[in-house]
């Protein structure tokens, strides 16, 4: 059992950054393929970002690439998404996901969700 908490939201003028955290419980972090998801008002949830379980590898939305970070602190059990020049269409509430396998979480199907921070870019 994985759990996750997210941190790290907040309300932001658009070009400014934000930088989400993702505590995770457990012994086994780094065995864990890790993803930043968000979800609009609406809307579906979203694929945002995602990391292998040593951090070499990551993968970005079209819609974020250049902008967002994602990176890992497996000696502190956390995931970090660095967001830059954000815009009112990044508003959403993002959520931490955790799997064994990183091609499910590229594809939104993962075992462990966190229960989501709030992010809202005013113009």
């Known amino acids: 059992q994985v759990q996750l908490v997210e941190s790290g939201g907040g309300l932001v003028q658009a070009g400014g950054s934000l930088r989400l955290s993702c505590a995770a419980s457990?012994?086994?972090?780094?065995?864990?393929?890790m993803g930043w998801f968000r979800q609009a008002p609406g809307k579906e949830r979203l694929f945002v970002a995602a990391?292998?379980?040593?951090?070499?590898?990551?993968y970005y939305a079209d819609s974020v690439k250049g902008r967002f970070t994602i990176s890992r602190a497996n000696a502190k059990n956390t995931v970090y998404l660095q967001m830059n020049s954000l815009n009112p269409d990044d508003t959403a509430v993002y959520y931490c996901a955790a799997d064994l396998n990183l091609a499910s979480v590229r594809a939104r199907v993962v075992n462990y969700w966190g229960q989501g921070t709030q992010v809202t870019v005013s113009s």
């Open positions: 457990g012994r086994t972090f780094s065995s864990y393929a």
């Open positions: 990391i292998s379980g040593s951090g070499g590898s990551a």
